[in-house]
């Protein structure tokens, strides 16, 4: 596609339940961010995956939250069990550089997941 | 410490006018990027501008400018020739580039709202 999607657009959850984020990134693109938006706030880093390979996964905040990315294009954000703070806007960026080379790469973002956890 | 400081909640800008949104950053890394985000109520995050840290001139997109002042630390924003459909958060972001552990990530401020007036 053009852009990157994401879906649900909007989501809604009761606490306790699990719910999984679907990521589609810019085609070819082989670096993929995942952020988390909380209600007034800049979006703050989630995890890093370069292809199929999780290489920063230090941002997630707790073990509820799982990603993946097995063929290296579309990528899945998954919250266990969650929780009302879980509530947030969860972005997803790609772009066509690996993170590191010379000279930095543009992130391309999706256009979020809204998630409301009552 | 924050790595990006955005000190202005919000701004007004009559339409037609120059505007200028701040930003300060703090980092150790020689090499890093700068960048620039909009974004709208309907959530997407729309790239802006790049400045790189080696970079010589400051950046330019159509009515988009930085001035990067390197010694102060800061990357600011300006709108030239404000229209109407400029109205959102704007959002200064990092990116630093030689630390193994959090390569690609970007650090995010807390953005400035954006108002402009006919």
């Known amino acids: 596609g053009a852009g990157v999607s994401q879906s649900p657009r909007y989501k809604v959850a009761k606490r306790g339940q699990d719910v999984a984020l679907r990521c589609d990134p810019i085609?070819?693109?082989?670096?993929l961010f995942w952020y988390q938006q909380a209600l007034g706030q800049g979006p703050e880093f989630l995890t890093y995956f370069q292809n199929e390979a999780q290489l920063d996964k230090s941002g997630l905040p707790s073990d509820r939250f799982f990603a993946e990315r097995p063929e290296g294009s579309v990528s899945t954000l998954k919250i266990q069990r969650t929780q009302q703070e879980d509530s947030a806007v969860y972005l997803c960026?790609?772009?066509?550089?690996?993170?590191?080379?010379?000279?930095?790469?543009?992130?391309?973002f999706g256009p979020g997941t809204r998630l409301t956890v009552l | 410490a924050q790595k990006i400081t955005q000190t202005q909640p919000g701004m007004f800008v009559q339409e037609k006018e120059a505007v200028t949104l701040d930003c300060t950053y703090d980092?150790?890394?020689?090499?890093?990027?700068l960048f620039w985000y909009k974004q709208p109520s309907s959530g997407e995050m729309i790239f802006l501008i790049y400045q790189g840290s080696y970079d010589q001139q400051n950046a330019t997109e159509g009515r988009y400018s930085l001035n990067f002042q390197k010694a102060r630390k800061s990357a600011n924003l300006v709108i030239s020739a404000s229209q109407l459909g400029d109205s959102a958060m704007y959002f200064c972001a990092m990116s630093e580039l030689d630390r193994g552990s959090t390569l690609g990530r970007l650090y995010f401020g807390r953005g400035t709202q954006l108002t402009v007036w006919p």
């Open positions: 980092t150790s890394d020689p090499s890093y990027g």
């Open positions: 960026a790609s772009s066509s550089r690996l993170a590191g080379g010379r000279g930095t790469d543009t992130q391309y």
């Open positions: 085609s070819g693109h082989v670096s």
